[in-house]
């Protein structure tokens, strides 16, 4: 008997993005047919001021074989609250976490799920280099991982995004947090689990 075929949620914040969502989809559609999975994408549009949502609404028309769905906030939130709000609307085996304006390589989400499968319950993307990133940016994030390192119990990975994947399980256990005001990876450290880091180049901001 076939095995049965695993939903994958994409969480996808997303403000004032309207030139980089049919970017993303096609990119993401392209990756998503490698990987043995039935997808479903949750835009969540963070308040924007732009035609971001009319621009995901577009793709749901067009892009009858990807699963879209989109959430509409009242205001901006920030991406935290957007990204929280994506985990508490999905119902999917696994979930990956990731940007719109493709900073997030969506050819690595094949090999999130391969590690998913190997039981990993929380692969995160590392970046290997910030070369797009300005000097100034690159050195507020080594200050920024350094403090965090001295101050916090648990130890964040230096390097890793929002950009991963988390299991249903882990994405349950974060919904239980109480918390309004959210560091997510802060969060993501402190609920342990077996965890998987896939090192990556991060590209610059497509738009
Ligand atoms: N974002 C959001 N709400 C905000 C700011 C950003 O949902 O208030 C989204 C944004 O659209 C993008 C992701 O969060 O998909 C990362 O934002 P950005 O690219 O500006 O951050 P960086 O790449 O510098 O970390
Ligand atoms: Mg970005």
């Known amino acids: 008997m076939k095995e049965k075929e695993p939903t994958i949620a994409l969480i996808v914040p997303c403000f004032n993005e309207a030139a980089s969502v049919a970017g993303f989809v096609e990119r993401v559609s392209a ?23 009319q621009a ?5 028309e067009v892009q009858q074989n990807l699963n879209i769905r ?5 205001r901006n939130f920030g991406k935290e609250i957007a990204i929280s709000c994506g985990l508490h609307h999905c119902d999917s085996d696994a ?28 692969v ?21 991982y350094r403090l965090m390192g001295r101050i916090a119990d648990v130890e964040i990975p230096a390097q890793a995004g929002d950009f991963r994947l ?5 994405v349950l256990a974060l919904n239980a947090y109480p918390e309004r005001t959210r560091f997510m990876k802060g969060l993501f450290a402190t609920l342990g689990f077996e965890q998987k880091l896939l090192y990556y180049d991060r590209s610059p901001r497509a738009k």
């Open 166 to 170: 988390l299991s249903k399980r882990l």
């Open 124 to 144: 995160i993307a590392v970046r290997s280099k910030r070369e797009s990133d300005s000097t100034l940016k690159r050195a507020s994030a080594a200050l920024f």
């Open 95 to 122: 979930t990956i976490i990731m940007d719109v304006d493709l900073q997030d390589p969506p050819e690595l989400i094949p090999r999130m799920i391969e590690a998913w499968r190997d039981g990993f319950d929380s």
């Open 31 to 53: 990756s998503c047919d490698a990987a043995n999975a039935r997808f479903v994408v949750i835009a969540v549009d963070d308040g924007s001021t732009d035609n971001t949502y």
């Open 70 to 74: 989109v959430i509409r906030l009242s």
């Open 56 to 60: 995901w609404t577009d793709q749901v």
